[in-house]
Nanobody, 124 residues
Framework: QVQLVESGGGLVQAGGSLRLSCAAS????????MGWFRQAPGKDREFVAA????????YYADSVKGRFTISRDNAKNTVYLQMNSLKPEDTAVYYC?????????????????WGQGTQVTVSS
């Protein structure tokens, strides 16, 4: 099973940018649908973005559309989340997830593997 390690979180002022990375182990990374989810204190984990195995299809939550960009580099076994125009409500722990090609990309329970999460804090 693939193992995932996120990095790139931190503290940023509102309006700033961060780029999260998720490094995957294993030789089958290119076959996985990859997703980013986030969980704020006291709230359920929510879908942020997802990308198909080839990188040709991307999906976003309405709350981040136009501000966040998901991408992947299959040669480096890495998926990225570029976050621009950050808002205080984007503050959360961000998780990377991997799933099979035909999952429901907005449903966290459909994903098979998860990283440990990285904290993103946006100050006002």
């Amino acid at each position: 099973q693939v193992q995932l390690v996120e990095s790139g979180g931190g503290l940023v002022q509102a309006g700033g940018s961060l780029r999260l990375s998720c490094a995957a182990s294993g030789r089958t990374f290119s076959s996985y649908t990859m997703g980013w989810f986030r969980q704020a204190p006291g709230k359920d984990r929510e879908f942020v973005a997802a990308i198909g195995s080839s990188g040709g299809s991307t999906y976003y939550a309405d709350s981040v559309k136009g501000r966040f960009t998901i991408s992947r580099d299959n040669a480096k076994n890495t998926v990225y989340l570029q976050m621009n125009s950050l808002k205080p409500e984007d503050t959360a722990v961000y998780y990377c997830a991997a799933g099979s090609p035909f999952i429901r990309i907005r449903v966290s329970s459909d994903f098979d593997a998860w990283g440990q999460g990285t904290q993103v804090t946006v100050s006002s």
